[in-house]
């Protein structure tokens, strides 16, 4: 067997994990330096540097000005929890999930809110369900982009504008990388430690009007925790969505998300972020194209990430083995990237089928994605020698 000779060249920048995802380019330690530590969040300048969160997040997205953009605990999860305890149970709900989050989701719904009129939409992974089956007169609760699964929707056009219920979006591996159609989206949630490579711990709650107008006028059945609550006597907490947070957040991730935000304001704004993630995905998608070992885990191109992409291992060799041997493949692939320091943290998630998940995310540099292509073909040479030498 012919020696398996090594790329010459190495990724920069080695951090390809989905979450946390790499700091932007070119980042240091000193983009933190003017983080008010020690300092109370309620004060002017804790207030100012919540608010300016706020502003550059709404400036960037291209929020609409009528609606409300609020900095909530526990990161996405405590975001998109506080929209299902606060909202569901006025109506029925349909619940999509084709990936774990999703299916998370569904879980709490049905386990834990326990309600009774939910009806589920479901997916193995790489596809989508069946969207033109979804009621609109319903609540309905869905990812955006599937970080587990790399299968995301391609568009909002499957939800009616003339909605009678509420769509609620965890947006989180979506937001600053693919174009969100607010007009059709009541709750967005997000964290800041995906696309644009934030540290984690804080979530963000983005609600329209028509959110606003269910909080105020609907109480639901179960006792509310304390950081889920965002209303008071039938009316919304203003200051939730003016930078006043419900629990203590950490000036410094505030700073981290602010530098961020204004690295993005830098390059473009979010036609730049997204051309970035476009450019990255578009690499592997290419490498894919040219490579049979290897397949992209969404079956359709049109559902395919461009932030969180996953691979499978399509060598029939490979195919042929065992679940676990198969997953073993993988995970050795991973290993030897990492050894070799060019590509940290890039195994499929937990439940996923086995194979590769690399962060695409506009903090990304092309040329490392590029250069990290070789190795990816290395790494599967290099398993490929072994599986050979354990059947001789």
Not at 57 to 71: C, F, K, M, S
Not at 282 to 299: E, K, R, S, T, Y
């Amino acid at each position: 067997m012919a020696d398996i000779i090594a790329p010459e060249v190495r990724p920069a920048n080695t951090h390809f994990s989905s979450g946390p995802c790499s700091k932007r380019p070119g980042w240091t330690i000193e983009a933190l330096s003017n983080a008010p530590l020690g300092r109370s969040h309620r004060a002017k300048v804790g207030k100012e540097k919540l608010k300016l969160a706020i502003d550059l997040t709404r400036e960037i997205l291209q929020v609409p000005a009528d609606y409300r953009i609020g900095i909530v605990p526990a990161s996405d999860t405590g975001a998109v929890e506080m929209a299902l305890w606060s909202l569901l149970g006025e109506r029925g709900v349909d619940m999509l999930a084709w990936e774990s989050f999703g299916a998370g989701w569904v879980t709490d719904v049905v386990k834990q809110l326990k309600l009774k009129d939910v009806r589920k939409f479901e997916a193995d992974y790489g596809l989508l369900p069946n969207l033109a089956e979804v009621d609109f007169d319903r609540d309905v609760v869905f990812t955006w982009n599937g970080t587990t699964s790399g299968v995301r929707v391609p568009n909002a056009d499957f939800i009616p504008a003339d909605r009678k219920g509420l769509t609620i979006c965890d947006a989180t591996s979506a937001a600053f990388a693919q174009n969100l159609d607010f007009a059709k989206l009541d709750v967005v949630t997000f964290s800041w430690q995906k696309v644009l490579g934030g540290e984690g711990g804080h979530g963000m709650l983005i609600v329209s009007p028509r959110a606003v107008a269910r909080l105020e006028s609907y109480v639901p059945a179960w006792p509310l925790p304390k950081i889920f609550r965002m209303t008071k006597g039938g009316k919304l907490i203003e200051g939730i969505f003016t930078g006043e947070t419900i629990n203590t957040p950490s000036m410094l991730c505030v700073e981290d998300y602010i530098d961020a935000l204004q690295w993005a304001k830098s390059l473009g704004g979010l036609d730049a972020l997204i051309a970035r993630a476009d450019a990255n995905a578009g690499v592997i998608h290419d490498f894919v194209a040219a490579n049979g070992w290897i397949a992209n885990l969404a079956q359709v191109d049109e559902t395919r990430s461009n932030t969180s992409v996953c691979l499978t291992i399509a060598d029939p060799e490979v195919l042929a083995l065992p679940a676990d041997q198969q997953g073993a493949f993988a995970k050795g692939m991973v290993s030897i990237l990492e050894k070799q320091g060019v590509a940290l943290d890039i195994g499929a998630y937990r439940d996923a089928p086995a194979g590769l998940r690399i962060w695409a995310g506009a903090t990304i540099e092309t040329a490392d994605m590029k250069a990290l292509m070789p190795w990816l073909t290395f790494a599967y040479q290099t398993q490929k020698a072994t599986l050979a030498k354990a059947a001789a």
